[in-house]
């Protein structure tokens, strides 16, 4: 939920601040970037963790109420004079949600049998969505209506709640990583060593016109006159439910399409409506079709990241869960935190005609990479 407000929520505020599109991308870039690195440390989460209270329990409760502090502390700070101080507590947070993503990926690949992968990830990212509503819908109404302190407060509160189930939660014993050395740089070296290139190219690009999408929709709905309450409605609750529904009938399809075609046939299917999506600014259409069309993209996004997270668990190995899938998400977040970046570049630099071609190629291209995978996986099987 915090993750998103500040992709969404904090992104709304500075533009009300009149801070420039690519200042912005910039900001959100840096914020983002624990994320695209936090494979550095996973071998930590994956080596080290108390038995007796559950391995990764250990780690996720500290996070938890380490959190809520840092946002706690946030909620009192002055926005306009402490603006760069709010930036770096945000960075901080952002680094501690994201060891925590560590620890939650890695008790998903244990708890879950191979066969229950996808539904699992319609799952996870059905509730990762549902973060994203009220982190980016929810708190930004709230924002809107009683200012700085009280929403952050509110994603302070929020954000405790999962101790709710986790503390009772009784965490079954995992296998041991296998590795040597203090800090485990085995499992990151035999996991590149292990793995093709082809889907780590793809694992950057996959999501890329997406992203590129996503991060520029509060300032193109801002510039159509959107207050932020009606920003935080479209994106958050409509584009939000449109892709938790996205979720979980992609998780569905895919039992019956397979992972590679499903990433395959949802691939395909974005590439036209996030062109379209794109062209908002350009053509002169009512806001429900604005709205409409990101609802359709969001689904569509919803699709394509349960095909792809599923196959990043059938990627992971069993004696260094969160490793392994730490650091194909980190790939995909390093994906996430360049087109963040260029989004705001290049539509200031080039406008949008220029992202709807550049997003485009990006899909077209990560089609050609799933095909290519697919080829390669089958002559190997046949081998």
């Given at each position: 939920?915090?993750?998103?407000?500040?992709?969404?929520?904090?992104?709304?505020?500075?533009?009300?601040?009149?801070?420039?599109?690519?200042?912005?991308?910039?900001?959100?870039?840096?914020?983002?970037?624990?994320?695209?690195?936090?494979?550095?440390?996973?071998?930590?989460?994956?080596?080290?963790?108390?038995?007796?209270?559950?391995?990764?329990?250990?780690?996720?409760?500290?996070?938890?109420?380490?959190?809520?502090?840092?946002?706690?502390?946030?909620?009192?700070?002055?926005?306009?004079?402490?603006l760069?101080?709010?930036?770096?507590?945000?960075?901080?947070?952002?680094?501690?949600?994201?060891?925590?993503?560590?620890?939650?990926?890695?008790?998903?690949?244990?708890?879950?049998?191979?066969?229950?992968?996808?539904?699992g990830?319609?799952m996870?990212?059905?509730?990762?969505?549902?973060?994203?509503?009220?982190g980016?819908?929810?708190?930004?109404?709230?924002?809107?209506q009683?200012?700085?302190?009280?929403?952050?407060?509110?994603?302070?509160?929020?954000?405790?709640?999962?101790l709710?189930?986790?503390?009772?939660?009784?965490?079954?014993?995992?296998?041991?990583?296998?590795?040597?050395?203090?800090?485990?740089?085995?499992e990151?070296?035999?996991?590149?060593?292990?793995?093709?290139?082809?889907?780590?190219?793809?694992?950057?690009?996959y999501?890329?016109?997406?992203?590129l999408?996503?991060?520029?929709?509060?300032?193109?709905?801002?510039?159509?006159?959107?207050?932020?309450?009606?920003?935080?409605?479209?994106?958050?609750?409509?584009?939000?439910?449109?892709?938790?529904?996205g979720?979980?009938?992609?998780?569905?399809?895919?039992?019956?399409?397979?992972?590679?075609?499903?990433?395959?046939?949802?691939?395909?299917?974005?590439?036209?409506?996030?062109?379209?999506?794109?062209?908002?600014?350009?053509?002169?259409?009512?806001?429900?079709?604005?709205?409409?069309?990101i609802?359709?993209?969001?689904?569509?996004?919803?699709?394509?990241?349960?095909?792809?997270?599923?196959v990043?668990m059938?990627?992971?190995?069993?004696?260094?869960p969160?490793?392994?899938?730490?650091?194909?998400?980190?790939?995909?977040?390093?994906?996430?935190?360049?087109?963040?970046?260029?989004?705001?570049?290049?539509?200031?630099?080039?406008?949008?005609?220029a992202?709807?071609?550049?997003?485009?190629?990006?899909?077209?291209?990560?089609?050609?990479?799933?095909?290519?995978?697919r080829?390669?996986?089958?002559?190997?099987?046949?081998?």
């Open positions: 939920m915090p993750v998103s407000f500040i992709k969404t929520g904090f992104q709304t505020y500075l533009k009300n601040q009149d801070i420039d599109s690519d200042g912005i991308s910039g900001l959100l870039g840096l914020m983002l970037l624990p994320w695209a690195l936090k494979f550095l440390w996973a071998p930590l989460i994956d080596r080290y963790g108390s038995s007796r209270y559950g391995h990764r329990k250990s780690w996720l409760i500290p996070l938890q109420l380490g959190g809520a502090l840092v946002l706690g502390l946030i909620a009192f700070m002055d926005i306009e004079s402490q760069s101080q709010i930036v770096v507590l945000f960075l901080f947070y952002s680094f501690l949600c994201a060891t925590q993503d560590i620890a939650v990926d890695g008790l998903a690949v244990i708890a879950l049998s191979k066969k229950q992968h996808g539904l990830n319609s996870q990212m059905g509730g990762y969505y549902l973060g994203e509503l009220l980016g819908a929810v708190i930004l109404i709230v924002l809107d009683f200012g700085w302190t009280i929403s952050i407060l509110t994603l302070a509160l929020l954000y405790l709640i999962p709710i189930v986790l503390l009772p939660y009784k965490e079954s014993r995992s296998p041991a990583s296998s590795a040597q050395s203090f800090y485990g740089m085995e990151i070296k035999s996991y590149f060593k292990g793995e093709q290139v082809i889907w780590i190219l793809l694992l950057v690009l999501m890329g016109n997406q992203v999408a996503r991060t520029l929709l509060p300032s193109l709905l801002k510039e159509r006159s959107f207050s932020d309450t009606e920003v935080g409605f479209t994106i958050g609750v409509f584009g939000n439910s449109a892709s938790i529904v979720a979980m009938v992609g998780g569905f399809l895919m039992e019956y399409l397979g992972r590679k075609r499903s990433l395959l046939v949802y691939g395909l299917i974005k590439i036209p409506i996030f062109f379209l999506l794109l062209m908002v600014p350009m053509l002169q259409i009512s806001d429900v079709l604005v709205i409409g069309g609802m359709l993209n969001d689904l569509m996004a919803g699709c394509a990241a349960v095909a792809l997270f599923t990043m059938d990627k992971s190995r069993l004696s260094s969160g490793t392994d899938f730490t650091i194909q998400q980190s790939i995909n977040a390093i994906g996430v935190v360049i087109f963040v970046v260029l989004s705001g570049i290049i539509q200031r630099q080039f406008g949008y005609p992202v709807v071609f550049i997003a485009s190629f990006i899909g077209v291209l990560s089609l050609f990479l799933i095909w290519k995978l080829m390669e996986e089958t002559h190997r099987d046949h081998d």
